[in-house]
C-alpha cells in the first residue's frame, strides 16, 4: 500500500514535493522517499514558440539562449554529472529527445 503526503507546492514554478511511504511485506521492506514533480507544461509551450520564432537566418552569438530547462530535470541532471561536465551537458542538449528544452534548433 503506497500512502502519499504533500510536503510543500510551489505554484509558480509548479513544483510539488511529496513524501511517499510504501508498505512492503514486512516492516523491513517498508520505504520511504520523498517525491519531487513539475508540471514543465508551460516551459515546453514556451520553447516551442521561442523556436518557432527564432530567424534562422541570423547567426547567432555566444550568449544566445539556447534552453530553458525545468529545474526538476536539471536538479536529475546535476545528480546524474551531466550538468557540471559540459560535453556531457552539450551531448544532452544536442539529443532530440530532450528538443522540447531547447529555445533554437542549431547545434550547440
Given at each position: 500500500m503506497e500512502d502519499r503526503r504533500t510536503l510543500s507546492v510551489d505554484k509558480a514554478a509548479g513544483i510539488k514535493t511529496e513524501f511517499v511511504y510504501e508498505s512492503g511485506d514486512t516492516l523491513k521492506d517498508d520505504t520511504v522517499k520523498i517525491a519531487t514533480s513539475q508540471d514543465?507544461?508551460?516551459i515546453v509551450e514556451a520553447n516551442k514558440r521561442a523556436r518557432?520564432?527564432?530567424?534562422?537566418?541570423h547567426k547567432h552569438g555566444e550568449w544566445s539562449k539556447v534552453a530553458s530547462i525545468p529545474l526538476t530535470v536539471l536538479y536529475d541532471l546535476k545528480r546524474r554529472g551531466i550538468?557540471?561536465?559540459?560535453?556531457?551537458?552539450?551531448?544532452?542538449?544536442?539529443d532530440p529527445d530532450n528538443r522540447a528544452f531547447r529555445t533554437r534548433d542549431a547545434r550547440i
Open positions: 514543465v507544461t508551460k518557432n520564432e527564432i530567424d534562422r537566418h550538468a557540471d561536465d559540459p560535453a556531457a551537458f552539450k551531448r544532452w542538449l544536442n
